[in-house]
């Protein structure tokens, strides 16, 4: 079974951005479980280990473990079955990566009885075009991104990371029920940071993202939950 619904049943995932789980845990105390997930990235995790996960586990968060594993098939599989033992919600792999390290790492999963959701990075939100061509890719990102999707899906993975300019077309093209993680959401007032390819809470759960990752316009935010509950307002 796939750990779709977990404790929360909304479509945000606050990123906890920080270098130390002193920092994150804060953020999260400021935070309600019942509004949000969260999202743990490398900084922290590199940091502080799978101590942060199970503290913000205790405080009735789901957790997105943001890792972005890319290496051999037996390695990233070893990773993500890691993940899995901690009670993860979401774990994420580069779709670069390949078929059978992705295959890997869905049977090195498939005797649990929950297990997260596997979720593959398929262009990064900061890069554009002139960015693929620099690493040999001169395409539009649209083009990876349904390619890498494509593999994503016949791999058996349960949805892609992806722009939320990119959610329409590939909504028309892959799998009911496969899910669309958008990172580069950003109130209209909030600055762009270094995202490029950004879009509205609103406009992105309109176009079909199924879940919402929100960093600085939340965290940075001079009232946190203010923000985030402004964020659902207008997603309601």
């Not at 940071?193 to 950004?198: F, H, K, L, M």
Request: charged content about 20%; hydrophobic content about 45%.
């Amino acid at each position: 079974m796939v750990n779709e619904a977990g404790r929360s049943g909304s479509p945000v995932v606050v990123a906890l951005d920080y270098r130390s789980s002193t920092e994150a845990l804060a953020m999260a105390s400021r935070l309600d479980p019942q509004q949000c997930r969260v999202k743990v990235g490398k900084e922290l995790f590199t940091a502080e280990g799978p101590l942060v996960i199970d503290k913000l586990q205790t405080l009735g968060f789901d957790v997105f473990l943001d890792m972005k594993y890319h290496d051999i098939p037996n390695t990233v599989a070893s990773a993500v079955k890691v993940a899995a033992d901690m009670g993860v919600w979401m774990v994420n792999v580069h779709a670069a990566g390949g078929r059978r390290m992705m295959t890997a790492c869905v049977e090195r999963l498939a005797h649990y009885n929950q297990r997260p959701l596997l979720i593959a990075v398929t262009v990064l939100t900061s890069m554009e075009r002139e960015d693929l061509a620099e690493v040999g890719l001169d395409v539009d990102p649209l083009v990876q991104v349904q390619r890498l999707a494509k593999l994503t899906a016949e791999s058996g993975f349960d949805g892609v990371v992806c722009s939320a300019h990119e959610v329409v077309p590939l909504r028309a093209t892959m799998p009911t029920g496969f899910a669309l993680v958008t990172p580069g959401i950003r109130p209209i007032s909030a600055d762009l940071g270094d995202q490029r390819r950004v879009m509205t809470p609103k406009q992105a759960l309109q176009a079909g993202s199924d879940y919402l990752v929100i960093g600085r316009p939340i965290t940075q935010a001079t009232d946190p939950s203010a923000a985030l509950e402004a964020i659902l307002a207008e997603l309601a």
